[in-house]
């Protein structure tokens, strides 16, 4: 299988989205590494999450057309699609490496946390790890997407 150059362009300009929206993010995200966030910032740090993970799942979606799988639409399919980037697909191809899987799980469950809460009930403490872990996941996420780019 070979991604055509459509998709190909498609995949790299949401992969430098992500980056241009995290290089955005840093100054706050340097800030909640030294001191504990306020509520307005940890709100903005919420948002910051929220977008993080759903960047990724639209690099995969790309990934799962151009391998022509199909993208899950059931209730579940924030987890179906996650479960799918871990090669747990038709094709068994995988888009990430499982060494990251628990820890891209978390975002995933902060992404449903967030979309169904008000910021009055965010925990800085459960966030944090989130926040300090945030750049190195993305550059193993950024590296695999790369990969995945080059080996097709």
Same mark, same amino acid.
């Given at each position: /299988?070979?991604?055509d150059?459509? @998709?190909?362009?498609?995949?790299? =300009?949401?992969?430098?989205?992500?980056?241009?929206?995290l290089?955005?993010?840093?100054?706050?995200?340097?800030?909640?590494?030294?001191? &504990?966030?306020?509520?307005?910032? $940890?709100?903005a740090?919420?948002?910051?999450? %929220?977008?993080?993970?759903?960047?990724? &799942?639209?690099?995969? #979606?790309?990934?799962?057309?151009?391998?022509?799988?199909?993208?899950p639409?059931?209730?579940?399919? %924030?987890?179906t699609?996650?479960? #799918?980037?871990?090669? %747990? +697909?038709?094709?068994?191809?995988? #888009?990430?490496? +499982?060494d990251?899987?628990? *820890?891209?799980?978390?975002? /995933?469950?902060?992404? %449903?946390?967030?979309? =169904? *809460?008000y910021?009055?009930?965010?925990?800085?403490?459960? /966030?944090?790890?989130?926040?300090?872990?945030?750049?190195?996941?993305? &550059?193993?996420?950024? @590296?695999?997407?790369?990969?995945? $780019?080059?080996?097709?």
């Amino acid at each position: /299988m070979k991604l055509d150059n459509n @998709t190909k362009e498609k995949i790299e =300009h949401e992969i430098s989205r992500i980056e241009k929206f995290l290089n955005d993010a840093k100054p706050l995200l340097d800030l909640c590494k030294i001191r &504990e966030p306020d509520f307005v910032e $940890i709100t903005a740090t919420a948002q910051i999450l %929220h977008s993080f993970y759903n960047g990724v &799942e639209s690099v995969a #979606i790309l990934f799962l057309k151009s391998i022509s799988e199909k993208v899950p639409n059931d209730n579940r399919w %924030h987890k179906t699609l996650f479960e #799918i980037m871990f090669g %747990h +697909n038709s094709k068994k191809t995988m #888009i990430l490496r +499982n060494d990251i899987k628990k *820890s891209l799980e978390k975002y /995933m469950y902060f992404r %449903h946390f967030i979309r =169904h *809460s008000y910021s009055s009930e965010l925990d800085w403490s459960e /966030m944090e790890i989130l926040i300090r872990n945030l750049e190195e996941i993305w &550059e193993t996420i950024k @590296t695999d997407f790369e990969l995945f $780019i080059k080996n097709n």
